[in-house]
């Protein structure tokens, strides 16, 4: 029951965590945001908060539960395993905290403006927000690639080695 238990919060996590990681990478790699003036790039922001903030919440909070059990039942998995799955675990509450400490505030204020007049600073506020964007997307992707590498050392624990001829296995 624990392995099974084990396997499916890993996975669970791990497909969240790769959607959450995937859809912010993607915004990175989407320069040509940066160089929309600003009624477009206002309206494009505030489309996708409102999006972004209907899903995020529960993606977010159902990733960091089904990283809390796998954490709990990769204890027994060996050292490796269980730390790894703890720094993934770290990692994504450091994506929520800096998520809802600077990045949702910047979200709020964008949603406030009227896309026809922005305020005069709305470059630079755009310009901190893509930097604190740029942060968690490297946070995520890390927390993405330390809960595969768990996922990876796990598995090898569990290889069995095949037995020589001769060797007894009684």
């Known amino acids: 029951m624990r392995n099974l238990l084990l396997e499916a919060a ?3 996590a791990t497909s969240l965590l790769g959607l959450f990681t995937g859809g912010l990478v993607f915004t990175v790699l989407a320069p ?3 160089k929309l003036p600003a009624p477009a790039y206002v309206r494009h922001w505030q489309a996708l908060n409102t999006d972004y903030g209907r899903a995020m919440p529960v993606l977010l909070l159902t ?12 204890y027994q998995r060996g050292r490796p395993v269980f730390w790894l799955t703890v720094t993934a675990a770290l990692l994504l509450v450091a994506v929520i905290v800096l998520t809802l400490t600077t ?20 470059a630079d506020i755009r310009r901190h927000w893509w930097t604190l964007h740029t942060i968690r997307t490297a946070m995520a ?6 809960l595969l590498i768990a ?8 290889v069995r080695v095949r037995p020589r001829s001769g060797d007894y296995l009684g």
Do not use: E, M, Q
């Open 10 to 12: 890993r996975t669970g």
């Open 32 to 34: 040509s945001l940066l």
């Open 63 to 74: 990733c960091l539960a089904l990283l809390l059990v796998t954490c709990a039942t990769s």
């Open 103 to 122: 990045l949702d505030p910047l979200n709020r204020l964008a949603d406030s403006w009227n896309a026809d007049r922005p305020p005069a600073d709305w």
């Open 141 to 146: 992707v890390l927390a993405f690639l330390t």
């Open 151 to 158: 996922n990876v050392a796990d598995r090898r624990n569990g």
